[in-house]
């Protein structure tokens, strides 16, 4: 069978994949345009394509033939592919949950104390050569210990920012999710994302991204939010409608976000990277490379279950 990987990856997942199949290795970290989706499709039998390779229902059309009948996504978040397009055409779509889990909750928990105890301004500070020296009141941030962790969206990444949060930070942690959970840690659910963006210190976005929950976090839900109160977002760009974000952070509504994704990636607001109160990061989440070689494995597992008629394992 022939394998197409759209994005260089760790030497230990090409290996793996060369095992097994003829692998064509795309050299290039720049997207997949839309006449390079449908060429995969028709001379692939598996394609692992990635964030960023937007699959769309225009992609699929008149796929019903295509050679391709597995996307075996690298990541666990797949809304830049039309599962819906993909399965109406036969082609099978797996990610690779469980692989992000702890990486992406630690870049969290990172956020979290850059965003509530100013680090990033602190360094530019120092960089910049302008720090005069230790006083009193210099750069008096948030303390997060005895404050209040509010996580939207409580699958497995949110239950391991909640550990963490809870165990390592000492606060106290409230959750807003679509349906009721069973945990095995200190947490209440609320009722509302209202009275979780209204009661909670720490506001962190966990939640899958498509159309369900795009600009889930509004004007509206940021307006809840109290003056003190930090966002931070972990998620998928667009669940955070950034135009509103910008406004509560300009106004003085909320006081800081920690962001790690943003809804144009990679293009970021000019006035997002001018606020001093705003940490950015270049979308870390899985940035490890134990980690992005286990993603990429188990992307490639998903492939050989294909290739040896066997269920795969992650099917979305």
Same mark, same amino acid.
């Given at each position: 069978m022939?394998?197409? $990987? @759209?994005?260089?990856?760790?030497?230990?997942?090409?290996?793996? #994949?060369? =095992?097994?199949?003829?692998?064509? !290795?795309?050299?290039?970290?720049?997207?997949?345009?839309?006449?390079?989706?449908?060429?995969?499709l028709v001379l692939y039998d598996v394609v692992i394509p990635t964030l960023g390779d937007l699959f769309t229902a225009e992609v699929f059309d008149g796929m019903e033939s295509a050679r391709c009948r597995l996307l075996a996504n690298f990541g666990v978040g797949y809304n830049h592919i039309d599962v819906a397009a993909a399965h109406a055409v036969g $082609? @099978?779509?797996?990610?690779?949950?469980?692989?992000?889990?702890? #990486?992406? =909750?630690?870049?969290?928990?990172? !956020?979290?104390?850059?965003s509530a105890r100013r680090a990033g301004e602190g360094e530019r500070l120092v960089r910049a050569g302008k720090w005069?020296?230790?006083?009193p009141t210099q750069m008096l941030g948030l303390h997060l210990g005895g404050k209040t962790c509010g996580i939207v969206g409580m699958g497995r990444i949110g239950q391991a920012i909640a550990r963490r949060a809870h165990y390592g930070l000492g606060m106290e942690v409230i959750y807003h999710n679509r349906s009721a959970r069973t945990l095995d840690l200190p947490a209440r659910q609320v009722d509302s994302l209202a009275e979780l963006m209204a009661k909670s210190?720490?506001?962190?976005?966990?939640?899958?991204?498509g159309p369900e929950t795009r600009h889930m976090i509004d004007a509206q839900a940021l307006a809840a939010m109290r003056p003190h109160a930090h966002l931070i977002n972990i998620a998928r760009g667009d669940v955070v409608e950034e135009a509103a974000l910008v406004a509560a952070l300009e106004s003085g509504q909320i006081a800081g976000a920690g962001l790690d994704?943003?809804?144009?990636?990679?293009?970021?607001?000019d006035a997002l990277r001018r606020m001093e109160n705003v940490t950015?990061?270049?979308?870390?989440?899985?940035a490890a490379l134990d980690v992005r070689e286990e993603m990429g494995l188990m992307a490639v597992e998903n492939a050989i279950a294909h290739l040896e008629g066997r269920d795969v394992l992650n099917p979305v």
């Open positions: 022939e394998l197409y $990987i @759209t994005r260089p990856m760790p030497e230990t997942v090409l290996d793996r #994949a060369r =095992a097994h199949f003829n692998v064509t !290795l795309r050299e290039q970290n720049t997207p997949l345009k839309k006449g390079e989706m449908r060429a995969a $082609i @099978t779509v797996t990610n690779t949950p469980g692989a992000v889990t702890e #990486a992406t =909750a630690d870049i969290a928990l990172m !956020l979290m104390l850059m005069t020296g230790w006083h210190d720490c506001v962190v976005i966990a939640v899958p991204g994704v943003y809804e144009h990636e990679p293009k970021v607001p950015l990061l270049p979308h870390l989440g899985t």
